[in-house]
């Protein structure tokens, strides 16, 4: 059982076409976040939802937009796709961030995002 | 923020003690540090966390002096198998659920036999 999955795994486009990567985590945990990392592997949050409620944006172009149906599915989908969006994005799952602790992510296998 | 610097990369033996360490000037009061394991064309795999002194699991020891502004990460007799990519995170949470988790660039381990 995967315990963090995306699809797709490849994703292929041209510039200026509109995609989306989904995500999904069976461990009932609260929070999901997406990752971008580049070709230096720079890992760089993007943003986190916690019970479906977006709690982290980081500076991130306003054609990403993330969505949470509910608290064990969190989709990006970005808009009007740049050379620049090449990469590749990893969904992550916490059980909670809160307090005074960081609680244990768990990342799933990512999409590699390559725009033509 | 809570900016950390690692190594880039490091090269080590198979059988020899490798110890990565990180800066974290900027550490908050509650932030804990976590280190994560990534292999090629994998996410990140949870490695050790900790918060001050030492902490030991079955994987690896992490150091953290008093101040808390550096951590080291010791992974003892690596094998071939430990070659990856290291990241060293420190979580910098705000009040209630807010926060920001910011991975440093991350040091490439190279084990050679």
């Known amino acids: 059982d995967t315990a963090v999955s995306q699809t797709p795994k490849y994703l292929v486009t041209q510039m200026g076409n509109d995609k989306s990567i989904k995500c999904e985590q069976n461990l009932g945990h609260d929070t999901m976040y997406w990752y971008k990392q580049d070709s230096k592997k720079f890992l760089k949050i993007m943003f986190s939802y916690n019970n479906k409620e977006l709690i982290i944006n980081e500076t991130v172009p306003n054609r990403f937009s993330p969505k949470s149906p509910d608290k064990a599915h969190l989709n990006l989908h970005i808009n009007s796709l740049e050379l620049g969006d090449s990469a590749v994005y990893f969904c992550?799952?916490?059980?909670?961030?809160?307090?005074?602790?960081?609680?244990?992510?768990?990342f799933g296998p990512g999409t590699r995002l390559t725009v033509l | 923020l809570a900016k950390t610097t690692q190594p880039i990369s490091m090269d080590s033996y198979e059988g020899q003690e490798v110890n990565i360490t990180c800066s974290h000037n900027n550490i908050a009061t509650n932030d804990y540090i976590t280190w994560y394991q990534q292999f090629p064309s994998q996410g990140p795999r949870f490695i050790i966390q900790g918060y001050k002194t030492k902490v030991t699991n079955e994987v690896a020891s992490l150091f953290i002096p008093a101040d808390r502004k550096s951590s080291t990460l010791s992974l003892p007799r690596v094998s071939l198998s430990d070659t990856a990519v290291y990241y060293c995170l420190v979580g910098d949470v705000g009040s209630g659920n807010t926060g920001k988790l910011i991975f440093g660039q991350g040091t490439t381990l190279q084990v050679k036999p």
């Open positions: 992550a799952s916490s059980r909670g961030l809160a307090g005074g602790y960081t609680d244990t992510q768990y």
